[in-house]
């Protein structure tokens, strides 16, 4: 299994709702990224974690909070989002922090905000 | 600091024709890779092409190669023989060794458009 699965496709969510992304592979890779897309802008880094750890979060607001559970699940739990918060969310694996090759996407989570 | 750039928002190219798509980059590590993804509509982000940092020949998957110019930190994209399908969002990414940011940083993008 060479994929990256994220749930859900697309997802519409009012400010004052709470919602989850999920993202799952079974690559047996150990660091996992969530990234934020904007339309017509390249992804920009939000967190990364290694070995289920928190490695990296680059100074994203604490209405996203992320989570992973364990080595092949990670989630992203939105509340109280604004509408500027409308994006692609892309996570994406490799086989560790210091893997330079084999970086996998998954295909996205199209979220809008109303 | 490591930084990508791509200089052309958006590229035309007429079906069958090779296109070049620039792509140059800054790191001070001697260790890093170079990554070329397609990104269409839909939003996936799919892997093409990489090429390593002290991998001596030029990358090539099938229609796509890199022609890497270590010298003057560059990694372009060539297509060759481009397809409608071939239209979408193409980004250059690095991850560089050493202390640093330890993830891909993407460049900026262009939109290629692959005319009948």
């Known amino acids: 299994d060479t994929e990256v699965t994220q749930t859900p496709k697309h997802l519409v969510m009012g400010m004052t709702n709470k919602k989850s992304l999920k993202c799952e592979q079974h690559?047996?890779?150990?660091?996992m990224y969530w990234y934020k897309q904007k339309a017509k802008k390249p992804p920009e880094l939000m967190f990364v974690y290694s070995y289920e750890k928190l490695s990296i979060n680059e100074s994203v607001p604490s209405r996203f909070s992320p989570e992973c559970p364990n080595s092949s699940l990670l989630n992203l739990h939105l509340h109280a989002l604004q509408p500027e918060d409308s994006a692609l969310y892309l996570c994406a694996s490799s086989q560790g922090l210091e893997a330079l090759y084999g970086y996998t996407f998954g295909s996205g989570t199209r979220l809008t905000v109303v | 600091a490591q930084k990508i750039t791509q200089t052309q928002p958006g590229m035309f190219v007429q079906e069958k024709e090779a296109v070049t798509l620039d792509c140059t980059y800054d790191t001070s590590d001697p260790s890093y890779g170079l990554f070329w993804y397609k990104q269409p509509s839909s939003g996936e982000m799919i892997f093409l092409i990489y090429q390593g940092s002290y991998d001596q020949q030029n990358a090539t998957e099938g229609r796509y190669s890199l022609n890497f110019q270590k010298a003057r930190k560059s990694a372009n994209l060539v297509i060759s023989a481009s397809q409608l399908g071939d239209s979408a969002m193409y980004f250059c990414?690095?991850?560089?060794?050493?202390?640093?940011?330890?993830?891909?940083?993407f460049g900026s993008g262009t939109r290629l458009q692959v005319q009948p």
């Open positions: 990414a690095m991850r560089a060794s050493g202390t640093g940011r330890r993830a891909l940083t």
């Open positions: 690559m047996g890779h150990r660091a």
